[in-house]
Each structure stands twice: as structure tokens, then as C-alpha cells.
């Protein structure tokens, strides 16, 4: 039996009969299968995303292996799969950096980290060769380093002793000021004042120095500080050259009730013993300054005192002022306790309770351990200004003691009267002689601490703060205003362009820039 049934989607169903089978007659065209939108856009998102990162880590993993595998195919699978490859790389790198550590460095000419990257990738270098040549690049940098700190010290050391051209133009104008000015010429001190210059009721402070503006500094600053001005006076000691600018500065300037005596060497009339000793002084000097000179190398500038050392070198280790300090007693026979002063320092507070202080019976009053507190302060111990490597001072000092500070000391003549210390510090002086002049650095200060030793009394280290030319100084303000004396001690003078302007602007408080000559010559405020 046969039926025939026309429906939607089936043509013909055919029933059989014996009920073997049934069959369905189906489109002839088999309807294909469709995938949605919506599912393919982020299917290929997700493969552009990946496939990069893909092919980036396997060209990573083919470059590292190239040292480390026979085969790179071999070492890509098992990183590849485990994620060890951090470790191992981590192995490679320090390997390569140990053995370009010990090992030589051939000189290449790769100046930056560009180049370097751009060497390494076009011709394919492995970690060894880049930890070679990372290191000759580093080598390179740290050799232009330490040649650019030379040069930085020895431009700050010419630049710290040149004479700046306005200061050259202040001695000019005052020179002629004297030849032309009755008033330049007149008597210092005025003759009714001549009395105190020997009366020890007074206060007698000592400056030996050719520097017009920065004595007038010194003596501005202490008399606008002192609580009675009028029991001052001045004794400033110069060359001959600078003698007359020095004498018409003082002698135009009028200075309330102080007195101001200025002299010149040449108006000394010493002994043939005292101009002997004096001669071979600054002989000895000069043969240790010439020594130390010939004797600089690449070495000493490796140090970390080595500005210091060139500063030891400058030309004013040879000025016959800052030696004579030796010869106080001599310079000054009819006084007996005086305040020495160098001319780079500023006066803040009163300072006459200094001369009334007991010395214990000792020769000079200085600080010893400044602002640093209990340690010395850097470069102020005997290391650094001794030889120690000389078995004469190594026997007889100790170079881990303070140094006392120069600049702002007190002097009991008459008690240096009693002592041997010009004889001692002449007695060294012929012994460095005759140790080949590598007893001690260059300086003032160095047989200054030998001359001096066990008489010098420490005095609070608030009356003296110093080390304000120094680039590495960093003093407290509180520090230096508290402070009744600070010292520019170091290359950077308050006068020069490289002075620093943050302390500059203390001594520029007693340059009186509306004086006419220092306004005609331009001097910096």
C-alpha cells in the first residue's frame, strides 16, 4: 500500500508494505552549515592579539639559546613549556658579567646606549659580548668622569688665586688717590691717637695682607659689631706695593672712634739675624712648595682631599704675609697680647671678651673642633696636612688629632717671649730640608701645628666657624649666625666669581658699595 502526502519540507513519504523499511525522500541539495558573526569577530581579535606576542617570545627564546644549547630547537620546547627560561637567563647574565669583570676589555669605540643596542642587534651578539661591551662603554664613562673632576679642580685652583680685575683697579685708583690727595697722604693714626697704639688698655688686633677691600671687610665688620669701638685698634701690616692703596683707603674712610695703623715691611728696620731667618723661611718654603709641584700626578687628584692639596699649591703658600705670622713678636715688640685676624674672615658679634680670656699659660687660643661637634671636622686632622708616611712625623704625631684653625687666634706675646717656637719651627724647617721636603703638604698651617704643639689652648667653637670657601661645606645657618667669626677659609673667596652667593651676601654687607672708587671699579655685590 502506497499513500502520497504533500507537506511543507517532505515531497513523498512511501510506506511499504512488508514494513522492512521506510523511506523519506530529502532534498537533493544538503542544507551546509552556517557559523554566526558574532562569534568570529573575536575569535580573530584574540588572534591578532596573540599571534605577535607569540612570535616575539619564540625569536627571544631562539636569540638566548644560540650560547647556552647545542640546538636552539631544543632548549625552545622545554622553556617554551616549562617557563624556566626567567632563571636561567638570570644564570647566563651573571655568568657573562663575572667573567667581563675579570676578564680584558677590548677597546670599542661605543660612546652611547643607542649604539650599543644598535651593535648588538644588527650583528647578533650573545650576553657575553654585551657584558663585554657594556663594560669597555662604562670603563670609557668613568675615565671622561674622572678627567672632567681634574679639570673642574685645577680651573677652581687657577680661578681661586687670579686677581680679579676690579680689585686690580681698586689698588690703581687709590695709588693715584694718594699722589694727589693731601688727605690719602695723611698720618695714620692721627697723632693724638699714637698713644694707643702700645697701650695694652686697648684692644690690638693684628691683619697681615695686600687685599685693600677685603681688610676693609675685617675692620668694618668688627666695629659695626663691637659694643665700644673706641677701644680698638687696628694694626695692618702690608707689603710695599699695596702699602700706599692700603694707607689712602684708611686715611679717606673715616672710621668713628677706632684707630687704624697701617704699615708697610719696608718700614721696618729689623735685626741681620731676623732678616737672615726670614730669607731662609721663605727659601725653605719655596724649595717645599717646588717639590710638591714637581712631584703632582694623575694620583693625588684621586683622593678625596685632593682640592685641598691644590689649594696648598696656590701662590699665596709663598707670600712672605702669611709667613710672617710666625714672626708676631718681632712685627710687634711693644705689645703683649694681640687678636690675629686673616682677611677673609667676617666679624658678627663682639669680640672683645676673646683678649680677656685665660689661656692657661699657653701661647695661642684657637678652636679646635669648630662646628662638627666632637670629631674633627673634614680634612682638619694632622693626617692631612703631615706626611705620614715619613717615619719623623709618624714617630712624633698622632695623625688622627684635630688641627686647630688659623685665621682667628689669640696670642699672648708675652708668654711666646718665654718659648722657643720661632727656633723650633725653624729647626723644622731645616730638618724637612734635609729630608727631601716630604715632611709635610705645603702651607702655613703645617709647621705652624709641629712649632706650636703643646701651647695652644682651645677656645669655644662658636667664636670661630671656617671652611666657607669650600665646595663640600655644609653649615648650618643657625651655625653661622650664632657664630662671632666666620672664616671663607678655602678657594672660593667672597671676592671671586666662584664665591658662593649664599654666604657671599654676609660679606657683602660691609663692602661699602657707595664709596666711589668701588662703584668706578665695578665691584660685584
Known amino acids: 500500500m502506497k499513500f502520497y502526502i504533500s507537506t511543507t519540507g517532505i515531497k513523498r513519504v512511501t510506506i511499504s508494505s512488508s514494513g522492512s523499511a521506510v523511506k523519506g525522500s530529502l532534498p537533493t541539495a544538503t542544507a551546509s552549515r552556517r557559523i554566526p558573526s558574532r562569534t568570529v569577530l573575536p575569535v580573530v581579535l584574540v588572534l591578532g592579539i596573540a599571534l605577535p606576542f607569540l612570535f616575539v617570545r619564540i625569536a627571544f627564546l631562539v636569540l638566548e639559546s644560540a650560547a647556552a644549547c647545542s640546538s636552539p630547537l631544543d632548549c625552545i620546547g622545554w622553556r617554551f613549556f616549562t617557563g624556566d627560561d626567567a632563571s636561567m637567563l638570570r644564570e647566563e647574565l ?13 677597546e670599542e669605540q661605543i660612546e652611547s646606549f643607542n649604539e650599543l643596542v644598535k651593535d648588538m642587534t644588527s650583528k647578533g651578539h650573545d650576553i657575553k659580548a654585551f ?40 689698588c690703581l685708583k687709590l695709588a693715584e688717590e694718594y699722589a694727589v690727595n693731601s688727605m690719602a697722604r695723611s698720618l695714620l693714626p692721627p697723632p693724638e691717637y699714637v698713644s694707643r697704639l702700645a697701650d695694652p688698655s686697648f684692644l690690638h688686633l693684628v691683619l697681615l695682607t695686600d687685599n685693600v677691600l677685603a681688610a676693609s671687610v675685617v675692620v668694618s665688620s668688627t666695629i659695626q659689631n663691637s659694643a665700644n669701638p673706641g677701644k680698638l685698634v687696628f694694626h695692618i701690616v702690608t707689603d710695599k706695593k699695596t702699602y700706599t692703596p692700603m694707607h689712602a683707603w684708611f686715611a679717606i674712610n673715616s672710621l668713628k672712634s677706632a684707630v687704624v695703623e697701617v704699615k708697610g715691611l719696608h718700614q721696618y728696620d729689623w735685626s741681620q739675624e731676623v732678616n737672615v731667618g726670614v730669607k731662609q723661611m721663605l727659601e725653605i718654603h719655596r724649595l717645599i712648595w717646588k717639590h710638591n709641584y714637581n712631584n703632582l700626578n694623575d694620583e693625588d687628584f684621586e683622593y678625596k682631599g685632593h682640592k685641598r692639596y691644590l689649594e696648598a699649591l696656590s701662590p699665596s703658600s709663598l707670600s712672605l704675609l702669611n709667613h710672617l705670622r710666625i714672626y708676631i713678636p718681632e712685627l710687634f715688640p711693644d705689645l703683649n697680647k694681640i687678636l690675629f685676624l686673616d682677611d677673609d674672615i667676617v666679624v658678627q658679634h663682639d669680640i672683645a671678651s676673646l683678649l680677656e680670656l685665660d689661656l692657661k699659660g ?73 729630608s727631601g721636603l716630604a715632611l709635610w703638604h705645603p702651607g702655613v698651617l703645617p709647621p705652624s701645628l709641629i712649632a706650636f704643639e703643646g701651647h695652644v689652648h682651645p677656645i669655644d667653637p662658636s667664636w670661630h666657624v671656617a671652611g666657607l670657601g669650600y665646595q663640600s661645606t655644609e653649615i648650618h645657618r643657625e651655625i653661622l649666625e650664632d657664630a662671632a667669626v666666620i672664616h671663607f677659609s678655602g678657594p672660593a673667596k667672597p671676592w671671586l666669581e666662584i664665591g658662593f652667593p649664599e654666604v657671599r651676601s654676609i660679606w657683602n654687607k660691609y663692602v661699602s658699595f657707595s664709596n666711589k672708587f668701588i662703584r668706578e671699579c665695578r665691584l660685584m655685590g
Open 94 to 106: 651573571t655568568g657573562a658579567l663575572v667573567e667581563a669583570t675579570t676578564g680584558n676589555v677590548n
Open 131 to 170: 657584558a663585554f661591551k657594556t663594560k669597555a662603554m662604562l670603563l670609557r664613562m668613568e675615565h671622561k668622569v674622572q678627567s672632567a673632576r681634574q679639570r673642574e679642580s685645577i680651573f677652581w685652583h687657577l680661578a681661586s688665586h687670579g686677581v680679579p680685575k676690579s680689585l686690580h683697579c681698586l
Open 362 to 434: 699657653k701661647v695661642v687660643g684657637a678652636v679646635v673642633n669648630s662646628w662638627c661637634g666632637d670629631g674633627c671636622c673634614p680634612g682638619r686632622k694632622y693626617r692631612d696636612y703631615l706626611n705620614f708616611s715619613h717615619p719623623i712625623i709618624s714617630s712624633n704625631f698622632d695623625h688622627d688629632r684635630c688641627a686647630w684653625l688659623y685665621g682667628m687666634n689669640i696670642f699672648d706675646i708675652e708668654a711666646w717671649r718665654r718659648t722657643n717656637i720661632t727656633a723650633t719651627y725653624h729647626q723644622w724647617l731645616e730638618l724637612s730640608l734635609k
